[in-house]
Nanobody, 121 residues
């Protein structure tokens, strides 16, 4: 029922920057964890970054020091600031979210439709 919508993907040159956003269609959850995974052709889906509504973040090793995840709890939205982009960052980036309602109900882990990021000169 809750939907996740990603935006901000596109084409960027190596060394450039790009910011993705992901917004949940509903607000007012008691707690949540949202984040980003990516999948390149022929590769396994891998963790990029996650962020909880309590402010705890986690990053995949390949993006540490280059990507930053942030969020707006009131908007149930997360952002992924990507810098120093490399060709190997090219992938479909998927937003994910797990939500707990005020009544204590836990959602399934939800996934957005994905947004393409292409790093190429």
């Amino acid at each position: 029922q809750v939907q996740l919508v990603e935006s901000g993907g596109g084409l960027v040159q190596p060394g450039g920057s790009l910011t993705l956003s992901c917004a949940a269609s509903e607000n007012g959850f008691a707690r949540f964890r949202m984040g980003w995974y990516r999948q390149a052709p022929g590769k396994q889906r891998e963790l990029v970054a996650t962020l909880t509504s309590t402010g705890i973040s986690d990053y995949g090793d390949s993006v540490k020091g280059r990507f930053t995840i942030s969020g707006d709890n009131a908007k149930t939205t997360v952002y992924l600031q990507m810098t120093s982009l490399k060709s190997e960052d090219t992938a479909v980036y998927y937003c994910t979210g797990l939500f707990i309602t005020q009544e204590g109900r836990v959602t399934d882990e939800l996934w957005g439709q994905g947004t393409q990021v292409t790093v190429s000169s």
